[in-house]
């Protein structure tokens, strides 16, 4: 196994680690070297946890990357913009379709998104499906080459909990599209 395949490796454990709300709340349904596929609660059909690798020069950052689908008739798309660098003025999603405008009329949703540190945001609804993405910022795994470093950004078990709950209420409001 290579030194790339170890740290992948590695940053996939930190990853089920971080992510243990789900682990010990959903049941899996498969698991493979860099993602785990999850039977979903309510509304939501799936939830697929997985690793995107972002390279920089003498660095590797593993991000956590959640995937949610659920059956919805809704097309378009949408993406959550963040207002505010150090406070959140404001959170809404803008995009196509009417996704964005179902999204943002959800106060509970806008407030919870308010609570957690996310990086991304994504609703695609296409050929009666909807995929929700969500790459929160804790749950990371960082690798540095020179000097020889990683580190592991924690997830908390209450922001884990509310990353759960934030996807149970978005599914529960865009299946009844």
Known sequence: MSLMEKMQKKAFNHIKENMKVFFDNLEMVEEGKDFAKFRGKKNVKEVLIKQRIVKKLLA?????????YLDSELEGSAELRVEGFISKKGVRFHGSG??????????????????????????KGEKGKVRIT??????????????PVSYN???????????LNLIESMGSVLSRF
């Open 98 to 123: 009417r996704i964005a405008e179902i999204l943002n009329a959800q106060s509970d949703i806008i407030s919870a998104l308010h609570d957690i540190d996310i990086e991304e945001v994504r609703v």
């Open 60 to 68: 590797r950052i593993y991000l956590t990357v959640i995937e949610a």
């Open 134 to 147: 969500i790459v929160p910022y804790s749950s990371s795994f960082v690798w540095i080459f020179i000097p």
């Open 153 to 163: 950004v924690r997830l908390s078990e209450d922001e884990g909990r509310k990353l």
